[in-house]
Nanobody
Framework: QVQLVESGGGLVQAGGSLRLSCVAS????????MGWYRQAHGKQRELVAG???????NYADSVKGRFTISRDNAKNTVYLQMNSLKPEDTAVYYC?????????WGQGTQVTVSS
């Protein structure tokens, strides 16, 4: 059974940093494109950062220059380093393949940025 477990969220002041982790029990993880998504209250879930099997990355314009996605294939783990956080980054953050697989959505991790 596939499981994606996110961790690392919390409450932080604007300008602060957090590092999210996602351990994925996905077969052949190393060849999968993975991403971090977020869903703010009352809004649709959006992809904020993606990373290919080869390590190429892409970011939503709203986080470009502030967030960095990385992966450790030996640990089946994807990371999201978030710097210069803003109140508008407040959301539940999820990891999943890119594109997202409906059955893989986990509980996510809450990130709250206070002003």
């Amino acid at each position: 059974q596939v499981q994606l477990v996110e961790s690392g969220g919390g409450l932080v002041q604007a300008g602060g940093s957090l590092r999210l982790s996602c351990v994925a029990s996905v077969s052949r993880f190393s060849i999968k494109a993975m991403g971090w998504y977020r869903q703010a209250h009352g809004k649709q879930r959006e992809l904020v950062a993606g990373i290919t099997s080869g390590g190429r990355t892409n970011y939503a314009d709203s986080v470009k220059g502030r967030f960095t996605i990385s992966r450790d294939n030996a640990k089946n783990t994807v990371y999201l380093q978030m710097n210069s956080l803003k109140p508008e980054d407040t959301a539940v953050y999820y990891c999943n393949e890119v594109p997202g697989v409906w059955a893989y959505w986990g509980q996510g991790t809450q990130v709250t940025v206070s002003s």
